[in-house]
């Protein structure tokens, strides 16, 4: 009946109400992305998704900047905030499972490695830095098992959101922007909540 679709469409909406139409900071956002996470995963393999989810995401990226400056493409404002949110998704994904700090990942140093790319308006730049940080950042995590995060771990997380949010500010974006439009979209794709059903069949 209409009246039981309706109380459906209201029970499906109320999963990451508390997140919607509020303040998504750093911590908000790493609870959001516990909570919204395959639940199913130990924590090891989630860090090894995570990852596999920077590359893929940030090579989204890419390719709309790519498509954008050599193909003649139309700029996708709204496609670049998609993909930007999905790559914090995962770099938060790997700070949750990591059990690492947020305030020492943003709060202590955050600008620690704003000086290593000056020229925030190359975007090719920005986008090569990223890389190179997602990429030391996996050979690093190679170690992780035995040894835990280091430092140049750390640091390697730390510099990819900057250039997250880098890229972002080149279009008046801050991360928690990003963050409250990725909150918004995953809440619309999995209002009950991630299942592994729902993501194959979507």
Known sequence: SIISNRRKDLKMKNKYEKYLNHEVNF????????????????????????????????????????????????????????????????????????????????????????????????????ISNGSKCIGELCGLLYCYSNHGFSLASLDCIRSIFWCIESVGNLYDLTLFDIFAKNVKKISTRYPEGFSINNSINR
């Open 27 to 126: 911590e908000r956002f790493k609870e959001f992305v516990g909570e919204s996470k395959v639940g199913t995963l130990n924590p090891d393999k989630n860090i090894q998704q995570a990852i596999l989810g920077l590359i893929g995401e940030w090579g989204e990226v890419a390719d709309i900047f790519k498509k954008h400056i050599f193909q003649g493409h139309k700029m996708d404002i709204d496609h670049l905030i998609e993909e930007l949110g999905d790559c914090c998704w995962y770099g938060m994904l790997l700070i949750d499972e990591a059990k690492l700090d947020t305030h020492v990942i943003f709060y202590k140093n955050w600008r620690v490695n704003s000086s290593s790319y000056q020229n925030m308006s190359d975007i090719i730049g920005l």
